[in-house]
């Protein structure tokens, strides 16, 4: 009964994926990697070798496929080492994949296909930040008060935190998120903002080639602090930005200073987020399409029992991005402070067969993306530097319903599923025309 009521309080701003989306059919998707017809030199490739298809359960998921990978990239490595030009920079196991970092004079791709286990070889393509330009964003201030376009808001709280119904969790139930562990995948997070509580320990940054960086906490765009305040953030000012302030924040550093990452970063951020024990990431950036390349990733995290959250994409509609289109994920469109889809909000309906290569054999035949929508449209969140934005994209509708999620489990000591959590948000979400539904 308890965790019943709570998801229907949440869905105050969660607006029924079928009333947004249904108006978001368009063209099929393309992938948006090509596969590599030839090596350069100097170049960074990304060599998927064969998929594990592993059916162990969540707490064996990791050790399952950090044994598949071991075993099946034995023979890369071995070429590796054999080949002065061709260098191993990083090996994944959340997919079964190796970053090489090719010199001068590589070997004929064929050759490199040839390898024992090698599936497929492409370049290591890029993932941008999800954030509109279409909406006109004042600069940063010290004072979110004063940041505040939206008279909706109570004064108290942002209104994205008041559509989410947040502030009745709190009370009603005696939590804001306590015990939940939420990983944020962005350009970084200031750890000296007032309103950002982020340890050490619960940090990481990557390189472009998805190795470690060694470095301290710290956000050189802005994007991934403003993320990371709408999902725990404080109220420092006395006015609320996070929806589920309590929670746990990690962040892994995986886009530069122009919100630009790489697949190597997003599945190093990922493999950091499984292995720190995370039960919700959220990405708030994507590429454009349908990426075959990212559907191993986001399963072997549900698998291991963590939920996925992505935006949606800022092309609109008939448009979507990955790893949203990924069925797994939970796909988030955004929504102003009245409950309106936001012009620049992407969604679509995907037939499976024809956006993906080899997609899993139990998704459907088609689905709509996004599932859920989440406040998106001059949303006031933390900036380096204490001070505060307001931003729109549904960069900014992800951590909403992050956060929400966050707030979903920590009122319960139940084992949830990442499919039991989604079905709880989709299913009982709001939309303008109707009314709460409970699931029990």
């Known amino acids: 009964m308890c965790l019943c009521l709570t998801v229907v309080i949440l869905s105050s701003a969660l607006s029924a994926p079928a009333a947004a989306a249904s108006t978001h059919s368009g063209p099929e998707p393309a992938s948006t990697t090509e596969t590599l017809d030839a090596l350069s030199s100097n170049q960074t490739v990304v060599v998927e070798l064969s998929d594990s298809s592993t059916t162990a359960d969540a707490a064996s998921v990791v050790s399952a496929q950090q044994a598949h990978a071991t075993s099946t990239q034995r023979a890369l490595r071995e070429y590796a080492a054999a080949h002065p030009s061709v260098s191993i920079t990083r090996q994944f196991w959340v997919t079964n994949a190796v970053v090489l970092t090719l010199g001068v004079n590589p070997p004929p791709i064929e050759e490199l296909r040839g390898v024992e286990n090698v599936e497929r070889v492409h370049r290591n393509f890029d993932v941008r930040t999800a954030q509109s330009q279409a909406v006109s964003e004042p600069k940063a201030t010290a004072d979110p008060a004063t940041t505040q376009i939206d008279s909706s808001a109570t004064g108290s709280y942002t209104y994205g935190v008041e559509r989410t119904g947040a502030p009745d969790v709190w009370e009603s139930y005696g939590t804001q998120g306590g015990g939940v562990r939420v990983a944020v995948l962005d350009t970084g997070a200031d750890p000296d903002h007032p309103d950002i509580q982020l340890a050490r320990e619960n940090w990481a940054a990557f390189?472009?080639?998805?190795?470690?960086?060694?470095?301290?906490?710290?956000?050189?765009?802005?994007?991934?602090?403003?993320?990371?305040?709408?999902?725990?953030?404080?109220?420092?000012?006395?006015?609320?930005?996070?929806?589920?302030?309590?929670?746990?924040?990690?962040?892994?550093?995986?886009?530069?200073?122009?919100?630009?990452?790489?697949?190597?970063?997003?599945?190093?951020?990922?493999?950091?987020?499984?292995?720190?024990?995370?039960?919700?990431?959220?990405?708030?950036?994507?590429?454009?399409?349908?990426?075959?390349?990212?559907?191993?990733p986001i399963v072997t995290a549900e698998?291991?029992?963590?939920?996925?959250?992505?935006?949606?994409?800022?092309?609109?509609?008939?448009?979507?991005?990955?790893?949203?289109?990924?069925?797994?994920?939970?796909?988030?469109?955004?929504?102003?402070?009245?409950?309106?889809?936001?012009?620049?909000?992407?969604?679509?309906?995907?037939?499976?067969?024809?956006?993906?290569?080899?997609?899993?054999?139990?998704?459907p035949a088609t689905y709509t993306v996004p599932d859920v929508v989440a406040p998106g449209v001059g949303v006031i969140s933390s900036t380096p530097n204490a001070t505060y934005q307001s931003l729109s994209g549904t960069s900014m509708a992800a951590p909403h319903a992050a956060g929400a999620i966050a707030l979903l489990l920590s009122t319960t000591d139940a084992e949830l599923t990442p499919d039991q959590i989604e079905r709880r948000v989709t299913v009982t979400a709001d939309s303008p025309a109707t009314d709460s539904v409970a699931v029990n």
């Open 207 to 296: 390189r472009t080639d998805g190795s470690e960086r060694s470095v301290p906490p710290f956000d050189d765009n802005g994007h991934g602090t403003h993320v990371s305040g709408t999902v725990t953030g404080d109220n420092a000012t006395g006015t609320w930005i996070g929806v589920a302030p309590n929670s746990t924040l990690l962040h892994a550093k995986v886009a530069d200073s122009n919100g630009i990452g790489t697949f190597a970063q997003f599945i190093a951020g990922l493999e950091w987020a499984i292995q720190s024990n995370a039960d919700v990431i959220v990405f708030s950036y994507g590429t454009d399409g349908t990426e075959s390349a990212l559907i191993d």
């Open 303 to 363: 698998q291991a029992g963590i939920t996925v959250v992505a935006s949606a994409g800022n092309s609109g509609v008939g448009t979507s991005s990955s790893p949203a289109n990924v069925y797994d994920s939970v796909a988030v469109g955004a929504v102003d402070s009245r409950n309106s889809v936001a012009t620049f909000s992407g969604g679509e309906q995907i037939a499976t067969e024809t956006a993906w290569t080899n997609p899993p054999n139990e998704w």
